[in-house]
């Protein structure tokens, strides 16, 4: 079994995040990708849209299945007559293709090493000019299913160069509000019209005000993010900060001693169009803020040089802040286990989690607060027919929430659980033998350094019986106010978005951990 549980769920997310960001162009306009007569609604495919500049760097338009498994043998037929005037499209050379005038045609097998269908590399051609566009026209074909119709937006836009500092360290205490001076300038030669921050952060942190001018999504896995959106012009050279207001407040609640990660991003307003609709369906982050707005200041020249000269590349927009809080708060989790009876052949429902006991919150809460993986061992003498969407076979290679049919489960909440809350997994048994039976659950506590204890290791494992010996029946009673376990899927793509993002664009030497 995996010695570090959720593992396989956390390299699966980083997977995903990293195919669906293969592009980090900027579009005038990200448009949706359309779909005629796509070939089974379980094999839902998404084309990102890209923006190159004259002389820019390369990008990459990826074709994805999305929330759905990657068929297992397909043929995908490119056509790139309508971007041949102003940009070169060419396969990354890791299927087998072929080329005719604008066509190419792929043909790809289940490979375990990759999830994309293809992946092309884009560039302006020699003499394009800024405001061109076309469409990529992609033919699905996958044997037994049908015929697919999919489009990407290739533009060419005006090449600009926001920077910012790479590092921001911070310090803080259990309920305290801490300023984030983030700053940015315009490296470029051409002055940039508008701009987006984006910050996306642990629970461990949360915005001290929520402005007029902000989008918040809240409940991102345990992670929140928000952007706000400015109308200021920067002329090349010009440095501008946050004003003195913005800033996040540690919960009281939170796990102490700890250290959080967050992440800032400056975009353009087109560039943030497209990693927005990237990985959620258009419309607003979220639910606006009703603080007076925040604002741009422009910050003293010394302060400007510290952020340092760079290049055009677009690696050089983020910045990583470290929080690190101290205190002393930990928690205790119970393993919460249950008793069913039923006749032989019956289904009965079985529910079982932990309860945390508190001060702390409970959950991936930073880099060194409790994170929680549930270890479902179920009887020999049952089935699981029906299982919560938040857990997977540990022995298994792939990842698969919720499938059924499996002895062991690993399950994981989706958030943080307050003290007094409950995490809870569902599952559908069917009794296949009869007699009195047992298993257990056991709870696996580590944070980001490795295995953790919490405040009662003795009490993190309960035992699930299934018709006892003497009677009895339903699941343990579980106190507390119960917690949804999945974020939405509108939040899990953000979340995956930033993962990938910051994979891709990444800076050598950046994130450590």
Known sequence: MNPYPAR?????????????????????AAAAPAAAAAPAADVAIYANS??????????????NPVGSRRPSAYTVRVDRSAVAAFANVEEEGERACTTEGAIITCTGDDKPDSTDLLSLRVTARAGAEV???????????V?????????????????????????????????????VPLRVANAGTKTVNGAVLYVFGSYGFT?????????????????????????????????VGVDPTFGGTIPADS????????????????????????????GPLGPKGTDPALKLVPVSGAQARSLGQTDTESVNNDTTVTLTVAGDQRADAAAVGATVTGAVGATVPMTVGYTNNGPARAGADGQQGLAIATMVTLPAGVTAVTVSKSCVDPTEEEWLPGKPGARHYECTAGHTIARGERATFEFGLRIDRPGSQSGTVKLYTYSGDGPLKDLNPANDSAKIMVNPAG????????????????????????????????????RHTRFAA
Not at 131 to 141: A, D, S
Not at 214 to 224: A, G, I, K
Not at 484 to 499: S, T, Y
């Open 131 to 141: 405001g061109q566009r076309g469409e990529l026209l992609f033919t699905v074909t």
């Open 471 to 506: 009677g009895g029946g339903g699941s343990l009673p579980i106190t507390g106010a119960s917690t949804g376990l999945i974020a939405g899927l509108g939040g899990l793509l953000i979340a995956l978005g930033v993962g990938g993002y910051l994979l891709s664009r990444r």
């Open 255 to 282: 796990w102490a001693p700890n250290r959080h990660l967050s992440w800032a991003f400056w975009f353009t307003p087109a560039d943030w169009a497209e990693f927005r609709n990237q990985y959620r369906p258009e």
């Open 8 to 28: 396989r769920w956390l390299a699966g997310l980083a997977v995903v995040g990293a195919l669906l960001t293969a592009s980090t162009g900027i579009p005038a």
């Open 207 to 239: 915005p001290s005000k929520r402005y007029e001018n902000c989008e918040y999504s809240d409940s991102v896995t345990e992670m929140s993010g928000f952007a706000c959106t400015f109308d200021d012009s920067l002329a090349p050279g010009e440095a």
């Open 50 to 63: 890209v923006t190159v500049a004259p002389d820019g760097p390369q990008k990459w338009v990826a074709l």
């Open 143 to 179: 044997p037994g299913v049908g015929t697919g119709t999919y489009r990407s937006t290739v533009a060419i836009g005006e090449g600009v160069d926001l920077a910012t500092e790479s590092e921001l360290s911070l310090d803080g205490t259990l309920g305290s509000s801490v300023t």
